[in-house]
């Protein structure tokens, strides 16, 4: 490096003065300085260490600064930083044949974006193309990203601050069994996912509607699974009407649920799977949007109106063909689907000292645990969407696990509990362990 080195200090007095950080008010942020990372672990100016079972924002599932990944991106620097879009560039193409070969179904062809949100931006707009129609079907409980449109199929109240925003989204309910907005009578039509959907398109005209965009696996807005029949229940419905499927699995996606892919529990192909995040696990941005055969053929003979500067930039493909060589090489989806187990049973141990603990869901390395202040009555620790004095008891449990050196996140009354996919046995034991003394301040 040819740059000296920044002190603790010179780090915080600017970072506090010029950066401007995501969701947050500026003023007393005071973001943590952070001076490394390697694995399962980062480690702050003081020496702190921390594990890290966010995996950051859920995407560095190989865990940090893999020598392998590392290694594709210097690399790649040496060989051709960038190289416009529009040329034909090895590392792009080798990626989008590879996710060919390892998408379900008969996905095809990728486009390549700089995140999650970009992606889903285009998927839409492809849809509209494809189909000739306007309408997107999207659910409340999603996040999709927070750019224009991305931000506009979101349905959590981070949405409120962009409005108003992109026309044509229509919301249907989701899936929540736990919390079921229509009472879960039973056969249930709102868990059941098809006759929801089928009710809301009748007042919408389901010729007028082009796609409906889910997460198989609901991440930020509380980890909730579907029942076993309910993608391919909308599956359905989608086909009977000629609409595209969309499945955003910027989170679920590349090994996190213990599958490969989210929706490859249920054997349910989408029309157009949106990847990121695990795709290279954030080591340079980037995003996918593959797409089925037959839309692949529809772009033969129709023009694809979208494009980035960096649409495949060759460092972020590089690293995602290393992540996804990694991926096979290290058994990265069993070691998430053993230590989801491992982790799944010492959850279910908790719970039975832990009466805050309401709901356990999770596959693989993708774990909820809703907090609850009562069992019986499912109250919720904190309100849906709480702010400040009534958001205070799910931060004091980030805080105290942070002070024992565990990073933990959550969303409403859901602690989400993401690993890196290549955590191993003492680590997940040692998580569980704090776990165990933070749940004392919910109880
Ligand atoms: N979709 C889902 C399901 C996500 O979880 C996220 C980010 O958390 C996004 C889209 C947006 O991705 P990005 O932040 O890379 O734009």
């Known amino acids: ?63 940090h600064q893999h020598p392998k990944l590392v290694q594709a991106i210097k690399d790649q620097a040496d060989t051709m930083c960038y190289i416009g879009p529009g040329f034909a560039e090895e590392q792009r193409a080798r990626l989008a044949q590879k996710l060919a070969e390892i998408t379900p179904g008969d996905l095809k062809m990728s486009f390549f974006t700089t995140g999650g949100a970009a992606a889903n931006e285009n998927a839409i707009r492809l849809a509209r193309h494809v189909t000739g129609r306007n309408k997107i079907v999207a659910r409340y409980r999603s996040y999709h990203g927070a750019t224009a449109g991305a931000i506009a199929l979101t349905g959590d109240p981070r949405r409120w601050h962009a409005e108003p925003s992109m026309p044509g989204v229509v919301r249907m309910l989701d899936p929540y069994t736990y919390r079921c907005p229509a009472g879960h009578p039973s056969p249930c039509p709102v868990c059941s996912g098809g006759p929801h959907l089928e009710e809301i398109l009748q007042f919408e005209d389901p010729y007028s509607v082009a796609a409906v965009i889910l997460e198989p696996v609901t991440g930020t807005n509380g980890l909730i699974y579907p029942g076993e029949n309910y993608l391919r229940s909308i599956r359905e419905v989608c086909n009977k009407y000629g609409i595209i ?28 799977l949106i990847t990121a995040k695990g795709l290279n696990s ?14 692949s053929d529809w772009l033969q003979d129709n023009k694809f109106w979208g494009g980035l500067t960096y649409a495949g930039h060759p460092l972020a493909c590089a690293s995602a063909v290393a992540s996804l060589e990694i991926m096979e090489e290290e058994g990265v989806v069993d070691n998430a689907r053993r230590q989801g187990e491992r982790l799944g049973a010492g959850l279910a141990e908790l719970a039975k000292r832990h009466p805050s603990i309401g709901d ?26 709480a702010v400040g004095e009534a958001a205070k008891p799910m931060q004091e449990i980030n805080k105290a696990a942070m002070a024992k050196g565990l990073y933990l996140a959550s969303n409403f009354n859901v602690l989400r509990l993401t690993p890196p996919l290549v955590i191993n046995d003492e680590e997940i034991d040692l998580a569980l362990e704090t776990l165990d003394e933070v749940l004392d301040i919910a109880d």
């Open 360 to 385: 356990i869901r999770g596959r693989g390395l993708f774990y909820g645990l809703e907090l609850v202040r009562n069992r019986d009555t499912r109250e919720p620790l904190v309100p849906f969407n």
């Open 245 to 272: 499927l969309i499945f955003d699995e910027v989170m679920a996606g590349f090994g996190r649920t213990g599958e490969l892919f989210a929706c490859d529990h249920w054997g349910v192909t989408p029309d157009i």
């Open 1 to 63: 490096m040819n740059a000296v080195a920044w002190s603790k200090e010179e780090l915080v007095a600017a970072d506090s003065e010029f950066v401007i950080h995501s969701w947050s008010k500026q003023g007393g942020l005071n973001a943590r300085p952070i001076k490394g990372a390697e694995g399962s672990w980062f480690w702050d100016y003081d020496g702190n260490r921390f594990l890290d079972f966010q995996s950051q924002l859920v995407n560095s599932n190989l865990g």
């Open 282 to 295: 954030g080591y340079v941005p980037l995003g996918a949007m593959t797409v089925s055969s037959k839309i």
